[in-house]
């Protein structure tokens, strides 16, 4: 069993940063993927961000060049530094841990940009 524990999320104004950790407990392996994900009210859950164990990343254009994932696999923990932020931004973020036969969530972390 995988648990995962959100934190950093907050209000901001547009133009400015925040940093979201994701801290996982339980096996994790060195094929599994972590992510962010996002969902602001009346829309889907969207990817935000994505990384392998290895380090391989990727980005929807809406967020790419603003919005960089990291991950230290020795704390199994991933972040998400969110630059130059927009009111669009606005959502809750959950992290996940992705594997072949299911999905792991958070519980999510609203973050907030006002204009």
């Known amino acids: 069993q995988v648990q995962l524990v959100e934190s950093g999320g907050g209000l901001v104004s547009a133009g400015g940063s925040l940093r979201l950790s994701c801290t996982a407990s339980g096996s994790i392996f060195r094929t599994d993927t972590m992510g962010w994900y996002r969902q602001a009210p009346g829309k889907e859950r969207e990817l935000v961000a994505r990384i392998t164990y290895g380090g391989n990343s990727n980005y929807p254009d809406s967020v790419k060049g603003r919005f960089t994932i990291s991950r230290d696999n020795a704390k199994n923990t991933v972040y998400l530094q969110m630059n130059s932020l927009k009111p669009e931004d606005t959502a809750v973020y959950y992290c996940?841990?992705?594997?072949?036969?299911?999905?792991?969530w958070g519980q999510g972390t609203q973050v907030t940009v006002s204009s």
């Open positions: 996940a841990l992705q594997r072949v036969l299911r999905d792991y």
